[in-house]
T-cell receptor, first 112, second 115 residues
Framework: QQQVRQSPQSLTVWEGETAILNCSYE??????FPWYWQFPRESPALLIA?????NKKEDGRFTIFFNKREKKLSLHITDSQPGDSATYFC???????????FGQGTILKVYL | DPKIIQKPKYLVAVTGSEKILICEQY?????MYWYRQSAKKPLEFMFS???????DNQTASSRFQPQSSKKNHLDLQITALKPDDSATYFC??????????????FGPGTRLLVL
């Protein structure tokens, strides 16, 4: 049973456009939602994270929108750059020091 | 300097053999984890340790055994290797209670190929 789902599986945008990556979860006990990005042949790296006490978290061009009632969140990347091309993973954790449950990832390609 | 060291970077093994994947972190973290990533599955949690004690085990097979000889070490022993074990194994760690306690930092990974 996939507890964290991501869509779309892949996404292509042009440079300067806004990319929107979606994520949903099932477990109401999840309390921490990080997004990781991963470049080919590299390890996942934390990009931005949010807790349910907030419905929005912004860091530069990256913004998480969180809807606790619907158990959905999305990552918006404004002014997309070719260097943003990577696989983006939505993850969830019930509390600190516990496992991260990852979605299957969204492959983002940003073209010039 | 890398803060999480995983050795070896690449590993080729024959079916039925046994290998140990090494992980050392120099971030002063108390919690360490193992994850697996393959073409068939996304990042998959395997184990978590805190202060050298096993906290969570999501690996059904006893062929996978974590070993913690020091608080900044968490090795992974895999016995009776199978081709399906081929994957990249990531070690991760997170800091003690505090502002960034939930942030898990991933090591560079060990790519295992079982023939």
């Amino acid at each position: 049973q996939q507890q964290v789902r991501q869509s779309p599986q892949s996404l292509t945008v042009w440079e300067g456009e806004t990319a929107i990556l979606n994520c949903s979860y099932e477990d109401s006990t999840f309390d921490y939602f990080p997004w990781y990005w991963q470049f080919p042949r590299e390890s996942p790296a934390l990009l931005i994270a949010i807790r349910p006490v907030s419905n929005k978290k912004e860091d530069g061009r990256f913004t998480i929108f969180f809807n606790k009632r619907e158990k959905k969140l999305s990552l918006h990347i404004t002014d997309s750059q070719p260097g943003d091309s990577a696989t983006y993973f939505c993850a969830a954790s019930p509390s600190s020091g516990q496992k991260l449950v990852f979605g299957q990832g969204t492959i983002l390609k940003v073209y010039l | 300097d890398p803060k999480i060291i995983q050795k070896p970077k690449y590993l080729v093994a024959v079916t039925g053999s046994e290998k140990i994947l090494i992980c050392e972190q120099y971030l002063g973290h108390n919690a360490m984890y193992w994850y697996r990533q393959s073409a068939k599955k996304p990042l998959e949690f395997m184990f978590s340790y805190s202060y050298q004690k096993l906290m969570d085990n999501q690996t059904a097979s006893s062929r996978f055994q974590p070993q913690s000889s020091k608080k900044n070490h968490l090795d992974l022993q895999i016995t009776a290797l199978k081709p399906d074990d081929s994957a990249t194994y990531f070690c991760a760690s997170s800091p003690p209670w505090g502002v960034n306690q939930d942030t898990q930092y991933f090591g560079p990974g060990t790519r295992l190929l079982v023939l």
